[in-house]
Structure formats: structure tokens, C-alpha cells
């Protein structure tokens, strides 16, 4: 069973930024897709932003020019910068990863954009 840690989130004021981390328990190098996902209250979950295994990167609508999602293959961590943040960003924003067939999400860490 692999493990995620999701960390880095917490509040911010609308314009600011956050770096969140996700550190997986085994090697990430040969993923299929990693990345983020996240769900406010009321809503479904949507694509944040996921990285394959050839380096290529998709975003969602909402964050794309705001957003940028990075992996370290050495410390099996994936990471997500967030700048520029707006209230309607709030959320659990979740990791994800997909490799060989099987899904495993993290528990999630709470991102609130508010002054």
C-alpha cells in the first residue's frame, strides 16, 4: 500500500502564495500520473494539476498560469506552488497518484483563502 503525506497548507490572504508537498512512500520516477485534486464544501472534486511520467504537465482552467505543479524523483515528492491565490481557491486539495493500474489518494490538507 502505498502512502502519501500531503503537507504545506493552512491560510492565506487572497494574492498570496503556498507551497504544498506530497511525499509518497515508494519511488515516483516510473508513475503514470501524479498530482492534485481538490474539493470545497458543496462541490465535486476537480483536477488541480497532475504530472506524467514523461515530464508533461495538465492543469486545471482555474489555476493555469497561477499554478505550477514539480516533482523530485530523489525525495519521491511532488510538489504544488500556488501564487496569486484567490478566496475561491479554498479547499482540501488532494494527492493523488496513479501508477501501474491502482489509484491512492492522500488524506488531504486544508488550503482557506480569506483576509
Known amino acids: 500500500q502505498v502512502q502519501l503525506v500531503e503537507s504545506g497548507g493552512g491560510l492565506v490572504q487572497p494574492g498570496g502564495s503556498l507551497r504544498l508537498s506530497c511525499a509518497a512512500s515508494?519511488?515516483?520516477?516510473?508513475?503514470?500520473?501524479m498530482g492534485w485534486y481538490r474539493q470545497a464544501p458543496g462541490k465535486q472534486r476537480e483536477l488541480v494539476a497532475v504530472?506524467?511520467?514523461?515530464?508533461?504537465?495538465h492543469y486545471g482552467d482555474s489555476v493555469k498560469g497561477r499554478f505550477t505543479i514539480s516533482r523530485d524523483n530523489a525525495k519521491n515528492t511532488v510538489y504544488l506552488q500556488m501564487n496569486s491565490l484567490k478566496p475561491e481557491d479554498t479547499a482540501v486539495y488532494y494527492c493523488?497518484?496513479?501508477?501501474?493500474?491502482?489509484?491512492?489518494w492522500g488524506q488531504g490538507t486544508q488550503v482557506t483563502v480569506s483576509s
Open positions: 493523488r497518484r496513479n501508477s501501474m493500474g491502482y489509484t491512492y
Open positions: 515508494e519511488s515516483i520516477f516510473s508513475i503514470d500520473f
Open positions: 504530472v506524467t511520467r514523461g515530464d508533461s504537465t
